[in-house]
């Protein structure tokens, strides 16, 4: 089993910056891929960014230039930064692992950007 616990959220005016952790454990083998989705109030899950073991990032085209995904494999930690902040922006943000075939999502943080 895998665990990935997620901090970071929390409050935010809008132009604000705010930058989310995952760290994950447990049995992960070999290389994964992590990643970030979020979830508005009365919306779909959806995909933000993603970031592969060797460093591959891949964006959700509507937030390439506000949000930037990095990762320390060695820790299996990964970290969105996420700046220029909107109010639509609010939702929780979950941290998503893949591994041989394997899903495991995290708990989620909520982020919201209010005035």
């Known amino acids: 089993q895998v665990q990935l616990v997620e901090s970071g959220g929390g409050s935010v005016q809008p132009g604000g910056s705010l930058r989310l952790s995952c760290a994950a454990s447990?049995?992960?083998?070999?290389?994964?891929?992590m990643g970030w989705y979020r979830q508005a109030p009365g919306k779909n899950r959806e995909f933000v960014a993603t970031?592969?073991?060797?460093?591959?990032?891949n964006y959700v085209d509507s937030l390439k230039g506000r949000f930037t995904i990095s990762r320390d494999s060695a820790e299996n930690t990964v970290y969105l930064q996420m700046s220029g902040l909107l109010p639509e922006d609010t939702a929780v943000y979950y941290c998503?692992?893949?591994?041989?075939?394997?899903?495991?999502w995290g708990q989620g943080t909520q982020v919201t950007v209010s005035s």
């Open positions: 447990g049995n992960i083998i070999g290389t994964n891929t």
């Open positions: 998503r692992l893949t591994n041989l075939g394997r899903l495991f």
């Open positions: 970031i592969t073991s060797s460093g591959n990032a």
